[in-house]
């Protein structure tokens, strides 16, 4: 798995993410996750609490990309791997503690993302230059 650096955690933390997915019939979904964050060195992890279209699209497949960029910034990285949902385990106990403390709605599941590649989306020359690539085998 590819391993976040402190400069990309650094960036993840001053950063809005947005998730792309795709459903069964191919067409891509992009949405905003505000609970979007560091689960460990290896993955990250959201509260699922709408139950929408990304939810959907994660029950048949579990490919998920997610781009982070803050703004203003000039940099930026787009994290690619596959989301597990955890129900009714200790990782969903964990992220319905996290929304209340936030004051966020329930979370349906708690959904981890394995890092497995890492790409640029930093502005100019070095836009969708792969830094890390390292699936899960």
């Known amino acids: 798995?590819?391993?976040?650096?402190?400069?990309?955690?650094?960036?993840?933390?001053?950063?809005?993410?947005?998730?792309?997915t795709v459903d069964e019939n191919g067409n891509p979904q992009v949405g905003p996750k505000g609970t979007m964050r560091i689960?460990?060195?290896?993955?990250l992890i959201y509260n699922e609490q709408t139950g929408h279209q990304a939810w959907h699209n994660l029950q048949e497949n579990h490919k998920i990309a997610v781009a982070f960029h803050p703004h203003p910034g000039m940099k930026?990285?787009?994290v690619e791997g596959r989301a597990v949902i955890?129900?009714?385990d200790q990782i969903h106990t964990d992220a319905q503690a996290y929304a209340t403390e936030n004051k966020l709605p329930d979370v349906i599941a708690a959904i981890v993302i394995?890092?497995?590649?890492?790409?640029?989306?930093?502005?100019?020359?070095?836009?969708?230059?792969?830094?890390?690539?390292?699936?899960v085998k």
């Open 1 to 20: 798995m590819a391993v976040l650096t402190d400069d990309m955690k650094k960036l993840i933390a001053d950063s809005f993410a947005f998730i792309a």
């Open 39 to 43: 689960f460990d060195d290896e993955h």
């Open 76 to 78: 930026g990285i787009r």
């Open 86 to 88: 955890h129900q009714g």
């Open 114 to 135: 394995s890092i497995d590649r890492i790409v640029s989306l930093d502005a100019g020359p070095n836009a969708g230059i792969e830094i890390i690539n390292d699936p």
